[in-house]
């Protein structure tokens, strides 16, 4: 058998992620999966605003975009 190199892992985005939540939390697993839903929420929150305020915009320029007749 060949002699190799052992394979490297790299933790996934996500697994970076919970691990600086947990980090954060000290340790408490509970602490760091509640602070981690809340911010996705509170970033969940601010994408739908944005895009309805986007839509917004879209359908004001619908409406002065409109030709005379």
Do not use: K
């Not at 933790?11 to 839903?37: G, N």
């Not at 986007?54 to 975009?65: F, P």
């Amino acid at each position: 058998m060949a002699n190799s190199e052992p394979e490297e892992v790299r933790p996934s985005e996500a697994e970076r992620a919970a691990f600086a939540y947990w980090l954060a939390a000290q340790a408490d697993t509970w602490a760091a999966l509640v602070w981690a839903v809340e911010d996705a929420l509170a970033d969940l929150e601010l994408a739908e605003r944005l895009l309805r305020r986007q839509e917004g915009h879209i359908s004001h320029g619908y409406v002065r975009g409109q030709l005379s007749s």
